[in-house]
């Protein structure tokens, strides 16, 4: 049984018409994934649009400890986009992201507001009352959206865009320590992420379930722009690299240099640099 809302928050998720996303539920036998793969090999599905975007303001906040071995990210949403801007607002944005990190039961996870609201803070209350204090002096709901926090051998780095709409928390190792030099680098790749929304750091870390999916829809595509079958699979093999070039980090086209790849960049300037994960939060993203 398909019902209104699992065809209401498959329209959100996915950009689509009313009427497209219930045929796609009913087809998938009421279940999300699968009507999503219809819709994309519907073409249908509005791939950039995220649920919520256009309403939700907030920041985006970033914090590192002075080792670098310690980093968090969140989302902290409001009504508006004053708020946003506003310093009790920010402060407040410190202090949840800094709890998270000195928190230990919160190391190298990832959760929301309501993960974590019982955890008691510097303050000596709870997270849950310390986002209810803000909003009886802001006078705005105020939300913990989402945060993510790594903890590492090797280094964090972080970087928040502009007014903190979009941020983006990164792990490497570098057998040298940290240097300037480095940190340059580090910074252009988390710019890198942070400008070109990349999902994964190489080929080989894409989830081998993940890759057979894009295979089946990019097969299916192909099938329904009547290509024959006997070139279907180099279809998809150029489709697929191109994939690779959008959404893999070291496969893309380095944003200050467009002869280079990302991996090209990290080679000839600082070489035995690895990057292992990275997150990247916008304001009302996904």
Do not use: W
């Amino acid at each position: 049984m398909v019902s209104a809302e699992m065809v209401k928050q498959l329209r959100e998720m996915t950009g689509a018409g009313m009427l497209e996303c219930k045929k796609a539920l009913e087809e998938a036998g009421g279940d999300i994934e699968k009507a999503k793969e219809i819709l994309r090999i519907r073409g249908l599905a509005k791939a950039d649009k995220k649920a919520g975007r256009e309403t939700k303001e907030g920041i985006i906040y970033a914090y590192v400890s002075e080792d670098r071995k310690r980093g968090v990210i969140i989302e902290l949403n409001c009504e508006t986009d004053f708020v946003a801007k506003n310093e009790q607002f920010t402060e407040l944005a410190l202090k949840l992201a800094k709890h998270i990190a000195n928190t230990p039961e919160n190391a190298n996870r990832t959760g929301s507001g309501e993960d974590i609201a019982g955890q008691i803070t510097e303050e000596g209350v709870s997270v849950a009352d310390l986002i209810k204090s803000a909003i009886a002096k802001i006078g705005e709901n105020i939300q913990l959206r989402r945060f993510a926090r790594f903890d590492t051998e090797g280094f964090v780095h972080a970087y928040v865009h502009g007014i903190g709409r979009v941020g983006v928390l990164l792990e490497y190792i570098y057998p040298k320590g940290v240097d300037e030099q480095v940190l340059r680098v580090v910074q252009d790749i988390v710019m890198q992420v942070a400008a070109m929304k990349p999902e994964f750091v190489s080929i080989e870390s894409i989830e081998p379930q993940a890759l057979e999916r894009e295979k089946r829809i990019l097969t299916e595509q192909a099938r329904q722009e009547g290509k024959p079958e006997n070139i279907i699979e180099k279809v998809v093999e150029g489709r697929l690299r191109k994939f690779y070039q959008e959404k893999v980090l070291l496969e893309q086209t380095f944003i200050k240099d467009e002869k280079k790849t990302v991996k090209q960049y990290i080679q000839e300037s600082a070489p035995g640099l690895e990057i292992r994960r990275f997150v990247r939060f916008e304001v009302g993203g996904a």
